[in-house]
Nanobody
Framework: QLRLVESGGDLVQPGGSLRLSCAVS????????ITWFRQAPGKEREGISY????????NYADSVKGRFTISRDNAKNTVNLQMNSVKAEDTGVYYC????????????????????WGRGTQVTVSS
């Protein structure tokens, strides 16, 4: 069982940067794939960045590719999302989610594959 707690959400200006963190705890927490999802106002929750349990495989939604970077910090047991050159369209609630082997029959961005979720952190991009 995983516990996931997001932090770092804030108000940020367009073009600025922000770093989100997902604290991961539980039994063998890094045996789980972790994906950052976000839900913009009036939009479907979408997967934006994925890292495999090993950290060797990463994926990004086209909308954030080249601007966001996902990484693991093993010393702090966190998965981070570095957000650069943010846009107004990046506004939303950001969630981290985890899946084990039983969820890997679905695409990395399929929220139904993820049984473990944090409560989310709000990111607002506005001038």
């Amino acid at each position: 069982q995983l516990r996931l707690v997001e932090s770092g959400g804030d108000l940020v200006q367009p073009g600025g940067s922000l770093r989100l963190s997902c604290a991961v705890s539980g039994i063998t927490p890094f045996n789980y794939d972790i994906t950052w999802f976000r839900q913009a106002p009036g939009k479907e929750r979408e997967g934006i960045s994925y890292t495999s349990a090993s950290g060797e495989v990463t994926n990004y939604a086209d909308s954030v590719k080249g601007r966001f970077t996902i990484s693991r910090d093993n010393a702090k047991n966190t998965v981070n999302l570095q957000m650069n050159s943010v846009k107004a369209e990046d506004t939303g609630v950001y969630y981290c989610a985890g899946r084990g082997p039983m969820g890997r029959g679905r695409e990395w961005y399929d929220r139904l594959a993820y049984p473990h979720w944090g409560r989310g952190t709000q990111v607002t991009v506005s001038s």
